[in-house]
């Protein structure tokens, strides 16, 4: 399968630079697999999509603020780091710009109280990097780094919360599982009031997941791998409903590439944690996930390619040429979609 296959041309204009002033203002597009039909509606009607019984699955992953700057000991030049990955306490997997002069052994500085330095260099050009200082670690990231928002967004983010879904809470991603950002408290309570289980997973996000596919065909195409953990609230709830007849409903595609790595044939999900490199594509049998909200993804991802999965390709792109003519916001602040 071709990586061109999944390409489509979005105006710039249509690209969120900002969220809206209020989280659940959100557009909300329905596509039914079965009937194929497409309907345009708005986010809070997600209230009327969900049943008693339902299960709605959230990633409850809180974003670093991964971004730090930084320069070399006696010069000048702006130092970009990226973190990615905790390997262990003081070191991390970063992307690093400019890349070019930062070999290994080069010494970073941010300000007085965060050093570091370039440990050895991957293959794919990743830095494992050493931080010193003295105190919480994530103390000296909410003091120096700024979110890491993806570089399709050039304005700057006035508050770093709404970068944040409303139900953070574990600290480790590099980026926001956005199709969280149209929920707030009000709407989950409404969803919890009508008797659908909620239940939080946690998957640390990384950039790996948003990459441009690179390769001509997409089977040769190797994602990065990022941890995961389910508790025994989370998987009881889920293994009831479906028990029951409940729909599986994932918000977003992180929670869904979690579910469909733990679930066993059967469907059935047990607390655990671990890492996931899971690639889903056209041809992937789904095991445990009956709906999905999303939000409108990049050309050629593989966000696109695994909605393209859940779908079918055909119906995914009519739904995206529609949403093009009707000007909905697309990607990471943009407006969600409904897959059933």
Sequence with gaps: MKTEDFNYKLPKELIAQVPLENRTSSRLMIV????????NNKFTDIVDELNSGDCLVLNDTKVMPARLFGHRPSREEKIEVLLLKRISENIW???VKPGKKMR????????????????HITEGGIRVIEFFYSGVFE???DELGE????????????????????????????????????????????IENKGVNIAYLTLHVGLGTFRP??????????MHSEYYEINEDC?????????????????????????????????IVKAQSGWTDIFIYPGYR??????LITNFHLPESTLLMLICAFANKDLIMKAYKIAIEEKYRFFSFGDAMLIK
Excluded: W
């Design 147 to 190: 979110m890491p928002l993806p570089p399709y967004i050039t304005q700057k983010l006035e508050e770093k919360e709404r970068y944040q879904t409303v139900y953070s809470k574990n600290l480790g991603s590099a980026a926001a599982p956005t199709a969280g950002l149209h929920f707030d408290n009000v709407i989950l309570n409404e």
């Design 213 to 222: 596919v690179k390769v001509e065909r997409i089977e040769e195409h190797k």
């Design 286 to 291: 789904f095991k445990i996930v009956d709906e």
């Design 235 to 267: 998987a009881n709830k889920i293994n009831e409903s479906k028990a029951k007849g409940g729909k599986i409903v994932s918000v977003g595609t992180t929670s869904l590439r979690t579910l469909e790595t733990v679930a066993d044939e059967n469907g």
């Design 93 to 95: 997997e970063c992307l």
């Design 32 to 39: 039914n697999r079965e009937t194929e039909e497409i309907s």
């Design 104 to 119: 290994e052994d080069t010494l970073i500085e941010f300000g007085d109280i965060l050093k570091a330095k370039v440990l």
């Design 139 to 141: 103390e000296v990231l």
